[in-house]
């Protein structure tokens, strides 16, 4: 699919720049012009261009020496330069100091525009291949027994069509993985790949991280700024967390399913996107609809396909695969000696409730692995770093009351269990529970949990 881009166009003769933005414009790009290098640098440094296209001979501050401010300015969009007077120096001088291409005037809109998808797919790559250092193998699907099967073949079966698709599982379970492994099998992989999770923006800028915003629509609004979907066209975007939208931007959300078309926060227009939507929730989003807190035209939008991820204690036959998978690449990452894991903390892992699901498992192998004697993981390293003792009284406390005490029970003594564990490290506790430290902090106030006591209280105790 051809990809499409938002061009800053820089050159002195205003001839060119009407031909240059009107090719771009007839092909599907969105186009800015300015007539001046400086113009053009304040541009560059307020918004996000896909591809800066520069005259190199103009009045005042030259295109080489703009190519060289934006450099220094952190601006990472790529440049071709273009002119009318090339020569090898001038093109030898300008791809060193970063031009993606040097173009020679009279340029035909057939090159033009092929130099412009070349440039966009260049960056994608180099994208992706960032992204993939980042991961390091963190995004390998790694399973064993029946309860995965069944949700690989799902997977599969639907991952090649459009079909909008629902992920449902527990915080931890792995949502925004099967996510990406959806748009990897799909027509879309070469797309790009757009995650959000609606809990953790602010209900105040969620609208302009989905959709948008043009210079000056709000107070610190510099410049023109592409939303998710823009940024996901022709790929897919994940929304994670759904159930956790705000009820006003539902009926955004509805409309852009229905329209195939989103507006900037201060637009005037609609912008035209080709986005595949896969979304996720941790919450039942049936009885969110009851209670009138979701949508049920949206509800029906998004839910063509579920898809629901067993939590970790429903599958205890992956675990062995699990903490071999994690331990390899924990090693990797940090250089270390393979640490076995004895057949007996394998069975202590197995035997365990993971509240956090494969997050907390993940986190647990690597500090097993930092406590590990001998050269291994045993029985004895497993229930050292186990929760164990606050079991039983996490059982008795969810043992009487409504189905919904009970699980508030259980909550809050899984918290004050984590928190007392980490030494009141929120980051930490928040990281092993599988929850973002926002959230935390709120699901502590939630429980009617003091903070401030607590940590008043442990530092006493030091």
């Known amino acids: 699919m051809p990809l499409k881009a938002h061009v800053l166009i820089v050159d002195d003769e205003a001839n060119t720049l009407a031909s240059l933005a009107r090719a771009f414009r007839l092909s599907g790009h969105e186009a800015t012009v300015s007539d001046n290098a400086a113009k053009a640098l304040e541009l560059a440094t307020g918004q996000n261009f896909d591809l800066i296209l520069s005259d190199v001979v103009m009045p005042g501050k030259d295109g080489i020496s703009l190519l060289e401010e934006l450099k220094n300015a952190g601006v990472s969009a790529p440049v071709v330069m273009m002119s009318g007077q090339a020569h090898i120096e001038m093109a030898v001088r300008a791809t060193r100091l970063g031009a ?4 020679e005037k009279p340029i035909s809109s057939d090159k033009l525009l092929l130099t412009v998808q070349n440039a966009l797919k260049l960056q994608r790559l180099e994208s992706e291949n960032r992204q993939l250092r980042q991961r390091l193998g963190g995004h390998e699907i790694v399973w064993q027994g029946e309860a995965m099967r069944r949700v690989m073949t799902q997977l599969e079966r639907v991952a090649s069509t ?10 931890g379970t792995g949502k925004e ?3 990406r492994a959806i748009h990897d099998r799909s027509g879309r992989s070469s797309g790009p790949f757009i995650t959000v999770n609606c809990a953790a923006v602010p209900a105040e800028l969620i609208e302009s991280e989905l959709f948008g915003h043009e210079k000056g629509s709000f107070t610190g609004a510099s410049g023109r700024h592409a939303g998710k979907f823009e940024q996901a066209d022709q790929g897919t975007i994940f929304l994670d967390e759904i159930g956790d939208m705000p009820l006003s931007m539902q009926a955004k959300l509805l409309r852009v399913l229905e329209e195939n078309e989103v507006e900037r926060v201060g637009g005037i227009k609609p912008v035209s ?3 595949r939507v896969v979304v996720a929730t941790h919450r039942d989003l049936e009885a969110r609809v009851r209670e009138q807190k979701f949508r049920q035209d949206l509800f ?3 839910y063509v396909f579920p898809l629901r991820l067993p939590p970790l204690r429903e599958r205890p036959e992956d675990i062995p695969a699990l903490v071999e998978h994690f331990a390899a690449q924990i090693c990797r990452q940090n250089g270390w000696k393979p640490v076995p894991f004895s057949g007996e903390a394998l069975h202590a892992l197995q035997s365990h409730s993971w509240p ?13 692995m930092l406590l590990a004697t001998d050269g291994q993981v045993d029985l004895a390293t ?3 770093a186990l929760p164990s003792s606050g079991n039983s009284s ?3 406390a969810a043992s009487s009351g409504t189905l919904a005490e009970r699980v508030q029970s259980f909550e809050r003594q899984t918290i004050l269990a984590e928190l007392k564990r980490s030494h009141h490290n929120m980051s930490l506790a928040a990281k092993t529970l599988g929850l973002e430290r926002s959230h935390l902090y709120r699901k502590a106030e939630q429980l009617g949990i003091d903070l401030r006591a607590l940590r008043r209280e442990q530092e006493s105790q030091e």
Request: include cysteine; charge should be neutral.
């Open 382 to 384: 497993v229930r050292a």
């Open 394 to 396: 996490m059982a008795q």
């Open 273 to 275: 996107v080709n986005v």
């Open 356 to 368: 956090g699901n494969v997050r907390e498992l993940r986190n647990l192998v690597e500090y097993l």
């Open 300 to 302: 029906h939008r998004i």
């Open 177 to 179: 993985l099967i996510a």
């Open 162 to 171: 459009e079909s909008r698709i629902c992920i449902l599982g527990e915080t």
């Open 100 to 103: 993606l291409d040097f173009l």
